[in-house]
């Protein structure tokens, strides 16, 4: 037996197919939070470092995501949040934004929307991440946020509608619904 | 569920699969309607999210995570030292210097836990072998032939080692020298897919591990040379 593939630990070969399965994930998650590739990537690695020291406690893989993402979201609080310039000004987004227009589908609505996540404030912006891309539940979000599940249900209600106005370029302005 | 309530659940989760949900939407048309807009704006939604990660981001992830190991292992070794003398001094006054497993057992399992090692192929300068055993409190009369692509000072379960890996025609062969456990007897001993010797030197325990063991005698000479005193030399060969 070749002693070079004979074996490494459970615990590295659980998080190499971590790393694998969910970089790209917490990747965009990080992205998202912060607006800046490189943050997001700084982000995702010390997410993962930090994760492997308390690997021993995921008990459930199935809740593998939702667990890095907790710990990606308190690394930005930790690092980032308060030295980060957020998204850029709406009125100043280049309409040829390079990162957009590499994209294939970058003439299309999804581009718009893209921009108009920039525009959204982030009290909308991550609890609408962590439904959307984290597959978080509302009860989740609210603990997860430290908030009511209907504040949260109200937050993701305005989210989508405050990027459909925007989409719409504010015409679409209507009546938002508190939430109970 | 009423048509504003539906509108609401709609604004908050478009993919709610609560039963009142769908009941509704069976039976109203425009909320139907509005419920296909809304999955349409999600799936635009979630593929304007998703922006391209960075190539290799996994491979620069898992490198940088083998970089800390690597440092905190070292750290470690340090730190060991002082460790060493306090279970000496625990294990003098209090009498718990007993294992669960045999050593060559608690080996493989390092040796596995540390597979990486055997993958390196940078070379450590020789000297560096010295400095690891001096860490451990043991100075060596010689520096046995490498080339070395390991040294560390490696915790195993209780035990304070000296970890090497050397290289040769063979294929590397694991050093590790248990410093505060003498093995009873000599042996070698085929284990987990290893070939493998325990050896009695010093007050601890040269073990070697391989594919091929045809090293084992030379590197078990060169070891001892460098490990027991001339005095002890003679005693082992009597």
Not at chain 2, 81 to 105: F, R
Request: charged share 25%; aromatic share 6%; hydrophobic share 40%.
């Amino acid at each position: 037996m070749n002693p070079v593939t004979f074996a490494v630990s459970s615990k590295q070969r659980q998080f190499d197919a971590l790393v694998r399965s969910l970089s790209g994930d917490l990747f965009r998650y990080g992205y998202w939070l912060c607006g800046d590739e490189a943050l997001a990537h700084d982000l995702v690695q010390e997410t993962f470092l930090r994760a492997w020291r308390a690997l021993d406690k995921l008990r459930d893989t199935a809740a593998a995501k939702a667990w890095l993402i907790t710990i990606l979201r308190r690394e930005h609080a930790r690092l980032y949040e308060r030295k980060l310039p957020q998204f850029t000004d709406v009125d100043e987004i280049d309409v040829s934004d390079e990162r957009d227009a590499q994209l294939p589908e970058s003439a299309g609505e999804e581009n718009l929307i893209r921009r108009a996540m920039r525009q959204l404030d982030v009290k909308y912006r991550e609890p609408l991440l962590m439904q959307v891309l984290g597959g978080f539940s509302c009860e989740e979000i609210a603990q997860e946020l430290n908030l009511t599940p209907a504040a949260v249900m109200t937050q993701l209600f305005r989210a989508r509608q405050k990027l459909k106005t925007m989409l719409d370029g504010g015409a679409r302005e209507g009546v938002v619904h508190e939430l109970s | 569920m009423n048509c504003l309530e539906f509108r609401r659940q709609l604004g908050v989760d478009p993919q709610s699969a609560s039963p009142e949900f769908g009941e509704h939407r069976q039976q109203c048309a425009r909320c139907a309607e509005a419920h296909a807009g809304a999955l349409a704006f999600e799936s635009s939604l979630r593929r304007a999210l998703a922006v391209p990660a960075p190539a290799q981001l996994a491979d620069s992830i898992l490198l940088a995570h083998e970089t800390v190991r690597q440092r905190d292992r070292r750290q470690y070794g340090r730190r060991a030292v002082l460790a060493l003398a306090a279970s000496l001094v625990l294990a003098s006054g209090i009498g718990i210097y007993g294992h669960a497993q045999p050593l060559p057992v608690e080996a493989v399992g390092h040796l596995r836990d540390e597979a990486v090692v055997l993958t390196w192929t940078k070379l450590e300068p020789d000297s560096d072998v010295r400095v690891a055993f001096g860490m451990r409190g043991i100075a060596l009369h010689d520096i046995p032939p490498g080339p070395y692509t390991f040294i560390g000072c490696c915790p195993m379960n209780k035990h304070l080692t000296v970890h090497l890996v050397v290289q040769g025609g063979s294929g590397p062969v694991s050093v590790i020298y248990v410093v505060d456990q003498r093995a009873d007897a000599r042996e070698d001993f085929h284990l987990a897919g290893w070939q493998g010797r325990s050896i009695p030197m010093g007050h601890g325990t040269l073990m070697l591990f391989a594919q091929d063991a045809s090293r084992f005698d030379g590197l078990e000479q060169a070891w001892r040379a460098a490990i027991e005193s001339p005095a002890d030399n003679k005693l082992a060969r009597s």
